[in-house]
């Protein structure tokens, strides 16, 4: 709430580019339900109007013939003003401009200002085009009193409308950097509290520390029996490259070396 506070009563500019807040982490690992009770705490407040759309599976979201991403978003965005449920954002005929006046109309009330709210930016389009991001950006953390929070697997360039993690950046990628504002995801390693959760009595240290702490990621595999992160890994066929491997071999024999003392506890602590 602090960071949307601040962030929504900034104006966008040559000196300042407003920064949207991200969640991004692996799937199944609590970007949802962190949005979902972010949702509920701005609503709850009553100083911003929340708008929440969702292009994650479970959604059901489909693309409509060839529109772009702007196009995809405004439709979705509309969908959310109508209260005779249920209705598919298929189904919605948008304006543009009328779009932006019922959220202009709807914002007035609220004198924190509009935030939008999307989970899964990176489903709607793994790269997204110019169109899609000059929108976001424009309407959403330029324009006074309203601010863009969204969950994603992969960062997602808003300048450019091109990806940047996991790739050399372009020149033009490098002209007007827009940063993020990010939070840190909920993460748990007392294993105490995780054996509370429903069908998870029986983890170990172990297992806790490869799912990297994250309790929705364990009770998702333990309880409801979802994909492991090895099975993921196996059948999505995810590999290093032998340098990468190498150079991951080389830095750990030389850290384990260094600290042997720290490893030998480490490895006590898990098993």
Sequence with gaps: MRIIRDECS???GSDYRVPPLVMSRLARGGKTTALMALFDELKSSGEFLPIIISFNGSAKF????????EETILRVIAAQFFNHLPLKSEDVLFDK???LAWIDEAGNSFRGGVVLLIDELNALSRLLDRAGAKFLREEFLDHPKRYLVFTTHVLMNLETGTETLGRTPFASDLISSRSYRTVHMPQCFDLNELRKMPGCAALTKA???????IP???YSVTSLHEESLTYRFNRLGITISALEDHIVEKYFLEYVRKNHRVVVSMLCLLF
């Design 10 to 12: 900034n104006i966008g």
């Design 207 to 213: 297992f806790v520390s490869i799912s990297s702490g």
């Design 216 to 218: 929705s990621l364990i």
């Design 97 to 99: 401009a009328k779009v």
């Design 62 to 69: 489909e693309r409509i013939g060839d529109e772009n991403n």
